[in-house]
């Protein structure tokens, strides 16, 4: 992350997000065909069809392209103040380019959390002060008008930052689906988490896509 002058640093809270894609790779599609047993015959044949399991993930730049996300991928603004009020939103683009359907769901943790000294000389962890979102949907217009104003993002951003796992859904073969990702502090948050120089609390997050075949 790059460093900015210490003098601009006041009030500056750093999230820095790397998103790992974790895909459970396991393709297994069998069939047979069963040939009845009499006096002429007593073959029996097997046949065995392996499916394709192929699963991508892109992230929506300033730039609006959808570009392949890697495992350090930055996805969120880390030069981003984070301050009461303010709200973040990243998207998200999910594709299936295998032949069989899957089921897939997100999941945030926070694996890195480094406190701060507020400007009362407390410590605090940035964690406890910021909220987290996650809305998907089919269409990337429709997404879109779901987080299309502050206050609707923030309304998505409803859940504790760290430690939220969506429910799986299903993604047909040459499916995609889109994700809107926010990050928010509420208004309500005050000087308890206004960092003091040179004290800056940091939070590093892992937003892992798991995709799992679906079995017969």
Same mark, same amino acid.
């Given at each position: 992350?790059?460093?900015?002058?210490?003098?601009?640093?006041?009030?500056?809270?750093?999230?820095?997000?790397?998103?790992?894609?974790?895909?459970?790779?396991?393709?297994?599609?069998?069939?047979?065909?069963?040939?009845?047993?009499?006096?002429?015959?007593?073959?029996?044949?097997?046949?065995?069809?392996?499916?394709?399991?192929?699963?991508?993930?892109?992230?929506?730049?300033?730039?609006?392209?959808?570009?392949?996300?890697?495992?350090?991928?930055?996805?969120?603004?880390?030069?981003?103040?984070?301050?009461?009020?303010?709200?973040?939103?990243?998207? =998200?683009?999910?594709?299936?380019?295998? &032949?069989?359907? #899957? +089921?897939?769901?997100?999941?945030?943790? *926070?694996? %890195?959390?480094?406190?701060?000294?507020?400007?009362?000389?407390?410590?605090?962890?940035?964690?406890?002060? =910021?909220?987290?979102?996650?809305?998907? &949907?089919?269409? #990337? +217009?429709?997404?879109?008008?779901?987080? *299309?104003? %502050?206050?609707?993002?923030?309304?998505?951003?409803?859940?504790?930052?760290?430690?939220?796992?969506?429910?799986?859904?299903?993604?047909?073969?040459?499916?995609?689906?889109?994700?809107?990702?926010?990050?928010?502090?509420?208004?309500?948050?005050?000087?308890?988490?206004?960092?003091?120089?040179?004290?800056?609390?940091?939070?590093?997050?892992?937003?892992?896509?798991?995709?799992?075949?679906?079995?017969?």
């Amino acid at each position: 992350m790059a460093k900015m002058d210490k003098s601009k640093r006041i009030k500056r809270f750093a999230f820095i997000l790397s998103i790992c894609l974790c895909v459970l790779w396991g393709v297994l599609g069998t069939g047979a065909s069963l040939a009845w047993f009499n006096d002429t015959s007593k073959d029996l044949k097997n046949v065995f069809h392996f499916a394709n399991f192929d699963l991508q993930v892109f992230h929506y730049t300033e730039d609006e392209k959808w570009e392949e996300i890697e495992a350090d991928t930055e996805v969120f603004d880390d030069q981003a103040l984070y301050e009461p009020g303010y709200t973040q939103t990243i998207f =998200l683009k999910v594709v299936n380019n295998g &032949d069989v359907p #899957f +089921d897939w769901y997100t999941a945030v943790s *926070a694996y %890195r959390i480094v406190k701060g000294i507020n400007v009362y000389g407390d410590e605090f962890n940035l964690q406890e002060h =910021l909220l987290f979102g996650l809305v998907n &949907d089919d269409s #990337f +217009d429709s997404l879109q008008n779901k987080v *299309a104003t %502050r206050e609707l993002a923030r309304e998505s951003a409803n859940e504790p930052l760290g430690n939220y796992s969506s429910n799986s859904v299903e993604l047909g073969a040459g499916k995609t689906t889109y994700l809107a990702l926010t990050v928010h502090m509420p208004e309500e948050v005050t000087n308890v988490a206004n960092y003091k120089h040179p004290h800056q609390p940091e939070i590093y997050l892992n937003i892992i896509v798991y995709a799992n075949q679906q079995h017969n």
